[in-house]
């Protein structure tokens, strides 16, 4: 497969990476000082199969577009962008472009969003029960909350009812009503991701933690994402992923 890289900082890097690991050859890296080419049809950037984008949250929404203009199905995972969605999921309709959007690529961010919403079925029974999430990750990262801990928090949102908003902090305060749901945001060097959800009642408290070692997890699960989507049109997220391979097991175990 043929693959396009908008965005070549550390994520992007290894995305190149583990996809030639994987068999794929890099046709086109686009940064800062080439962006022109998304929009250049003489540019390799036309010959990909399928572009993968981890930007900046100013520069993600005018790089997809010009993906579903170039016919480029398009795996994002730049964060902070989500005021602009829908005028990105517009162009994408306009253009029948495809879109493979997650806050987080890792598959095991995504069983712990599973733990996440089990969890908070059952909390939902037990108004005694407060939250918080502690989401921390490197200076580098452009916003906060992540967009990883604001998916968690609208999960809980989803299942607890006497929750009805998420507050952001990133001193370290809570929020100032028992019915909203706090993430404090830490920035510290050299850390690649650390979700934590904290349950706490006078009895006693309930702690689940995913820890990233790395960037391989994300960037592993963005290229699975890629080799999804070509042939495909709309909008797809990791469910749609997960599903599909959970699917595929069940068919190899039938008799």
């Known amino acids: ?18 996809a030639e690991r994987r068999g794929h050859k890099i046709v ?10 998304l929009e250049d049809r003489s540019s390799s950037f ?3 199969d399928v572009a993968i984008e981890f930007s900046t949250p100013s520069s993600a929404p005018g790089h997809l577009e ?12 730049t964060t902070g962008w ?4 829908d005028n990105v999921i517009r162009t994408m309709e306009k253009e029948n472009g495809t879109l493979f959007y997650s806050s987080n690529f890792s598959i095991g961010v995504y ?7 089990l969890l908070a079925t059952y909390m939902n029974l037990l108004p ?4 918080i999430i502690d989401e921390t990750h490197h200076t580098e990262k452009k916003d906060a909350p992540s967009g990883t801990a604001l998916t968690l928090a609208n999960q809980i949102l989803d299942k607890i ?5 998420i507050f952001t902090t990133t001193d370290g305060s809570l929020a100032p009503v028992d019915e909203g749901i706090t993430i404090r945001a830490h920035r510290k060097d050299n850390v690649p991701g650390t979700h934590t959800i904290s349950y706490s009642s006078k009895i006693d408290d309930i702690t689940i933690e995913h820890k990233a070692h790395g960037r391989e997890g994300f960037a592993t699960g963005a290229i699975m994402a890629a080799e999804y989507i070509p042939g495909r049109k709309g909008l797809f997220s990791i469910d749609a992923l997960m599903e599909d391979l959970l699917k595929s097991s069940e068919k190899r175990d039938e008799p």
Request: charged share 25%.
């Open 161 to 165: 009812d006497r929750k009805l908003a």
């Open 82 to 85: 989500l005021s602009e969605w």
């Open 111 to 117: 069983i712990f969003g599973k733990i996440n919403e």
């Open 128 to 131: 005694q029960y407060g939250v």
């Open 28 to 37: 086109s890296v686009i940064d800062e000082e080439n962006v022109w080419e």
């Open 46 to 48: 036309f010959t990909a």
């Open 1 to 18: 497969m043929k693959i396009a890289l908008i965005g070549y900082g550390k994520m992007g890097k290894t995305i190149k990476e583990i």
């Open 66 to 77: 010009a993906c579903f203009r170039a016919g480029i199905p398009v795996v994002c995972g």
